[in-house]
C-alpha cells in the first residue's frame, strides 16, 4: 500500500470511530468498509485465541522467570546451553521456513511428507495455530501500517492510531490479546480444509509440549543423564521458547521502527541489524515487503538470510523445486533513512 492509501486509510479510520459508515464521504466509506469486512470483532474465534495465548505465555513467559531463577541457583553447563541453541534454531526455523516462507508466502514447492515435516516444525515454533498465523500474516500484507492490520505499531485492530510505547507493546504481542481476529471466510482461502494446515492445527498442542518439554528432556537425559533432565527443559524448553517468542514478536513491533530501508513500499517496514540475524533473515523485514514471495530476504552482502541458506540446500537436494528467489539483487531503490 503506498503512503497516500495508507494515510487516506487511517484517515478513515478515524473517521469510522466518530461516524456510521453511512455518514462519510465515499471514498472513506470504500476504505473502512474493506477495513472492517477484513475483521471481525468480539467473536468465538478471537476469544478462543486470546485463552490459548494466554496459555503459552503463562507457560513460556512463567517458565521462562523460573528458568531464571534455576540459572541463579544452580550450575548450568554445555548440555543444557547446547540444547538452548539447537532448539532455538529450530524455534525460529519453524516460523521462517513453516509459518511464513512456504505456509503463508508459498516460497517453493515441496512434496506431501515434507509439507507434514514443515507443519511439524511449525507448530513445534510454538506460535500459535498455523492456520490461523497464515490468514492473519496475509491480512498483516494486505493493509501494512493501515486500519486492517493485525500488529502495526501505528494503528491498532479498531483503526485508531498508535505510536511510541503504547504502539510497540500492541504491535509486539498485544494484539494476540484483543477481541479482534481476521475473517477467514477472506482470508483463509487455500488454509481452511487445507489436510496439512488442518492436521497441524488439531496437533498443535502436542507439538508445544513435544517443544518445551518433551525434546529438552530427552536431550538432558541422552548427553547428561536423568539429573540434566530438569535444567535443560528449564533452559532449553522454557527460556528458549519465551526468548525465540520475543525475537519474532519484535520483528512485528521494532521492526516497524527501527532500522533502514532498502525499498520505498509504502509502509514503515524497516531492516535491523540485531533482529536479522536474531530470526536466522527475517528481520529483514524491509526486504521482506518488498519482495513478499520471495525465499530469500538476502538483498546487501551483511543481510545474512540463514533460513535462505537452508532452502538452497534442500533445493540442492531436490526436497523442495520452483523456488522463488525473486529479484531482489537487481539495482534497487535505496531510501536515505
Sequence with gaps: MDTKLRNETALAGDAALALPLGDASPAESALVARWRRAVEYGTADARNRRREHLFYAAVKQ????AALVWIALRPTGMVEWSGFAVFYVLNILGMSLGYHRYFTHKAFETSLPMRYALGALA??????SLRRWCADH???HTFPDAPGDIHSPHVDNRGRPLSGAPGIKHAHLGWAYDDCTTNMALYGKGIVGDPVIEWAHRTRYVWFAVSVVVAPALWGWAFGGPRAILGTV???GFLRGALALHAIAAVNS???CFGYQNFAVGDTSRNNLLLGYLTLGEGWHNNHHAHSRAASNHVRWWEIDMTAWLIRALEAVGLVWNVQWGTQHRPFHRNRR
Design 62 to 65: 512463567g517458565g521462562a522467570l
Design 123 to 128: 507448530q513445534f515454533g510454538t506460535y500459535g
Design 138 to 140: 496475509r491480512r498483516h
Design 234 to 236: 528449564m533452559v532449553a
Design 254 to 256: 521494532f521492526g516497524h
